[in-house]
């Protein structure tokens, strides 16, 4: 039997999971949460063989919670699903230790096969995403710089961004500016779409 740990925030979309996976005579979900920051106590109580997390969740994203289980946890194989594919993402969840990634477009044969698959030890991943990770290379950004372009993308304004960051204006500008060169960027907006399409935000 593969004992199966859920995270999804979404709750319809996590009872069809729960729903699904439970249809299978070899799978049994063990734990279910809404939010990334409840995955590592929810698998300490029931050791989970897989634990299967959305990309985004309230709390914690499932790359961290996949970083968290592979250090704390480190029998637990991680699959982490999501709605948008990016080839970031994808490296990302790798870096972090996961097993898997599978789109939620994918079929419920595929979703199913993917946790046998990652639960003896295999991998699954979406070939073109795979491909894609692997032709994109490291991120370029710096993780200050990673942490201002993800305040301006929420809607800072250099001044906030500088707040919050203990930084002053000018240098919040200067950042802005090596990152939109380092991204060949057209500016700060055509930054944040790419950093966000790359997963690196």
Known sequence: ???????????????ALVALLGM??????VAEVGRGDLVLAA???????????????PGRGGIAVAGELAAAMPQVRVMILTGVGRPGSVKAALDAGARGFV????????????VRTVAAGGQVLDANLAAAAV?????????????LLDLVASGCSVRESAQRLFLSEGTVRNYLSAIVDKL??????DAIRIAQDNGWL
């Open 184 to 189: 060949g960027a057209r500016g700060r907006v």
């Open 1 to 15: 039997m593969i004992r199966l740990l859920v995270a999804e925030d979404m709750h319809v979309v996590r009872s």
């Open 135 to 147: 032709r994109l290379g490291a991120n370029p950004l710096r993780p200050r710089e990673q942490e």
């Open 43 to 57: 698998a300490e109580r029931t050791q989970p063989d897989v634990a299967l997390l959305d990309l985004d969740m």
């Open 103 to 114: 789109l939620k477009t994918a079929s419920a044969r595929a979703l199913v096969d993917g």
């Open 24 to 29: 299978e005579d070899d799978l049994e979900v």
